[in-house]
């Protein structure tokens, strides 16, 4: 049979078949594989039926069908399986051919497997893709990298079935070489920790503090996302809000309170640790998931350990106070969620630094602007404000954002003084408060910790008065020598 296919995609939970059906709607001959081939099978016989999508039922009869240079995507879980199919790979592939991941892959594997394919002579791409199963078949933002040589052989192809936004422009463009794809997209997942956690916490106070139903908090989401918070998780949330159980109640209070994680957010967090990055929003975004599941645990303390009563019953029954407290709630989330953005971006520039990728940080914002999870309005003030200034040392200082902070912030702190007065937690309100504080701090107390470290470990200090770099040590009991330790930091 005649070579013709232009790329073959294995992996056919939903998301690869939905990238087979958008990438077949664009007009490009997809063969599909899958490690239990009758999977294939069914696939050809219900959701690619009547599509010029090819089935293969094995590595070789795939690679057979395939143009030259071959391109070859997996969509299949992260870790063992990615290796395991690189290495099945391998022998049915000539020089110049592409091999591409678009799974949830831990960046540092991609650089890994960028190396090992390049020496055999093949190209590699790591891949995020983004938007869940309705974002694979209608359009996800895609941000690949890996080999450079390998990016013009998929950029039609990828930007053809990308999501679109104003003016027809594609969320994909190469991110950069090794792991940077998939850096990004664990950056982009890290975010979309927070942006949840923010929302959670938000729905939170309107539900133990001022007592609201579902169906009011659904009109509250509803409005946020006329504005400034205009989002997909908001919306998202807004219709969740709205679902009825099967006996008309609203069906979010029947989900148990524990959240899952498959383990992205927990790699931004501990790859910012190695960078020495504060990304102190989504570390308690992952953490708040930690705390959810220890449920038994939470039951346990809960009817031993005292608090404040939560309900908040004179802003409750006034409607102007309401409103009012609805709106400092907003303002919460949107001031912390520019933290957090702020945070991310922080992250992704010290990770360009230390892999020496050349991020384009307007660029990340706009494959984000659409298609994946975190899309927002908002992802378009920070294009804007990249574009701007692409050396902008941090969010937190563009002009915009800092007129945005400064409406936000009276509401933000209420909102985090209240909830400690009542007992309600908001781990990543009070955080990114806490870190915003840090930040426009020309001070901090760390004078005194570094007088610790040197009265137990002769670890020294630096002076005010005196250049940087010169390291001092004091005896601080008179009983401890003159030497100081090395000084190093990590
Ligand atoms: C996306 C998502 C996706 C992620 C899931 C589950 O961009 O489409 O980020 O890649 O895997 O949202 O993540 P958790 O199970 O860790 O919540």
Redesign the pocket.
């Known amino acids: 049979m005649e070579p013709n296919a232009d790329i073959a995609l294995i992996g056919l939970a939903v998301m690869g078949q939905n990238l087979i059906l958008n990438m077949d709607d664009h007009g490009f001959t997809v063969v599909a594989y899958n490690r239990s081939t009758e999977k294939v099978d069914q696939f050809l016989a219900n959701e690619a039926k009547g599509t010029k999508v090819l089935g293969a039922h094995s590595i070789a009869e795939m690679v057979s069908r395939l143009k030259r240079p071959r391109r070859v995507m997996m969509l299949v879980k992260a870790g063992k399986p990615v290796d395991e199919f690189i290495d099945q790979l391998i022998p049915h592939l000539e020089p110049g051919d592409i091999i591409i991941d678009g799974g949830?892959s831990l960046f540092e594997d991609t650089n890994r497997r960028q190396k090992y394919v390049e020496s055999k002579g093949l190209l590699y791409i790591g891949t995020g893709v983004?938007?869940?199963e309705e974002?694979a078949r209608r359009g996800p933002s895609i941000m690949p990298g890996g080999s450079p040589a390998a990016w013009p052989h998929v950029k039609d192809i990828f930007q053809a079935i990308s999501a679109k936004v104003e003016g027809g422009t594609p969320c994909c463009e190469w991110v950069g070489e090794m792991g940077a794809g998939h850096y990004v997209k664990m950056v982009?997942?890290g975010i979309?920790y927070g942006d949840m956690q923010l929302i959670c916490e938000a729905y939170n106070i309107m539900k133990t503090g001022l007592g609201m139903s579902a169906d009011d908090m659904h009109e509250v989401f509803a409005e946020w996302n006329r504005g400034d918070l205009d989002s997909y998780l908001i919306e998202i949330s807004r219709d969740i809000l709205a679902k009825k159980d099967a006996d008309g109640l609203p069906l979010v209070d029947k989900i148990l309170d524990t959240a899952?994680?498959?383990?992205?957010?927990k790699w931004t967090v501990i790859n910012s640790q190695d960078l020495g990055i504060p990304i102190t929003l989504m570390a308690e975004a992952v953490y708040s998931r930690c705390v959810s599941a220890l449920k038994d645990e939470r039951v346990q303390a809960s009817s031993m350990l005292e608090g404040p009563n939560p309900a908040l019953p004179d802003i409750a029954a006034s409607p102007e106070r309401k409103s009012a407290f609805i709106e400092d709630i907003r303002n919460a989330l949107y001031a912390s969620k520019i933290v957090s953005y702020a945070q991310g971006y922080m992250l992704m520039r010290a990770a360009a630094k230390e892999y020496q990728w050349n991020l384009n940080y307007g660029g990340i914002a706009l494959m984000w602007r659409g298609g994946?999870?975190i899309r927002s309005r908002f992802l378009g003030k920070i294009k804007e404000a990249y574009d701007s200034n692409p050396a902008l040392t941090n969010l937190l200082l563009d002009d915009y954002f800092v007129g945005e902070i400064r409406k936000a912030q009276d509401g933000w702190r209420n909102v985090v003084a209240t909830a400690a007065l009542k007992g309600i937690p908001v781990p990543a309100f009070s955080t990114a408060l806490a870190f915003y504080d840090q930040y426009r701090s020309g001070v901090l107390p760390a004078n005194l910790l570094q007088a610790q470290r040197d009265y137990f470990g002769a670890h020294t200090y630096e002076r005010i008065d005196q250049p940087r770099g010169q390291f001092f040590h004091t005896n601080w009991t008179g009983k401890g020598g003159a030497t100081a330790s090395s000084t190093y930091n990590v």
């Open positions: 949830n983004s938007g869940g974002g982009h997942n979309e899952g994680q498959k383990g992205t957010g994946c999870i």
